[in-house]
């Protein structure tokens, strides 16, 4: 079963920047969307950006121009570039990618991946 890793969470001051990453054990998978999302304590995870396989990207409206997700399909890796950050991107970050398998009858069912999750705080 393929595994996501994630990297990069740290302590940051408000205004500063984290870049987190994104690495599947399975360089040569081959994975449909790949997100991030992110749990702030006491609230349900929420979506902050994703990646398609084409390029195309989508950003939480809170994130919007702040933040920057960027996929790399040969290397099968994704990262997220957050700047001027506040104490409200404070969260564990988690990386999620799905992909589709055809089953014997012919229809295809969805799989997916979590990673473990990285803490980002903003603190000053």
């Known amino acids: 079963q393929v595994q996501l890793v994630e990297s990069g969470g740290g302590v940051v001051q408000p205004g500063g920047s984290l870049k987190l990453s994104c690495a599947a054990s399975d360089r040569l998978f081959s994975f449909n969307a790949m997100e991030w999302y992110r749990q702030a304590p006491g609230k349900q995870r929420e979506l902050v950006a994703s990646a398609d396989r084409e390029g195309g990207t989508k950003y939480a409206d809170s994130v919007k121009g702040r933040f920057t997700i960027s996929r790399d399909n040969n290397w099968n890796t994704l990262n997220l570039q957050m700047n001027r950050m506040v104490p409200e991107d404070t969260a564990v970050y988690y990386c999620?990618?799905?992909?589709?398998?055809?089953?014997?009858?012919?229809?295809?069912?969805?799989?997916?991946?979590w990673g473990q999750g990285t803490l980002a705080t903003v603190s000053s």
């Open positions: 999620h990618a799905d992909w589709l398998v055809r089953a014997d009858s012919g229809s295809y069912e969805y799989r997916e991946v």
